[in-house]
């Protein structure tokens, strides 16, 4: 069984910093690709940031410059660095990993449970 989880959301004021976590656990052969998605309240989800296992790391226009996504390998985790929060950045934050578990060759998609980011004006 692979599991994500996400920590390290919370209130911030505007202008403020937030790192998120992201842990992969399990039986975990191989992980490809991560990813931060978020969506807002009556919105739909959006891509914030990606980062493949090598190669370039992309981010959404409306937060290039501010958030950076990294990873260690060694730890099976994603983070992403959140600096000039805006009050627009507010949203719930999952993290998604294309994850290839032990006993088989495919890489599958796998969610974490989402952590809440409030950005108070």
């Known amino acids: 069984q692979v599991q994500l989880v996400e920590s390290g959301g919370g209130l911030v004021q505007a202008g403020g910093s937030l790192r998120l976590s992201c842990a992969a656990s399990?039986?975990?052969?191989?992980?490809?690709?991560m990813a931060w998605y978020r969506q807002a309240p009556g919105k739909q989800r959006e891509l914030v940031a990606f980062i493949p296992s090598r190669g370039t790391r992309t981010y959404a226009d409306s937060v290039k410059g501010r958030f950076t996504i990294s990873r260690d390998n060694a730890k099976n985790t994603v983070y992403l660095q959140m600096n000039s929060l805006k009050p627009e950045d507010t949203a719930v934050y999952s993290c998604?990993?294309?994850?290839?578990?032990?006993?088989?060759?495919?890489?599958?998609?796998?969610w974490g449970q989402g952590t809440q980011v409030t950005v108070s004006s």
């Open positions: 998604n990993a294309a994850i290839a578990p032990w006993a088989t060759s495919s890489f599958r998609s796998y």
């Open positions: 399990g039986s975990i052969f191989s992980i490809n690709s």
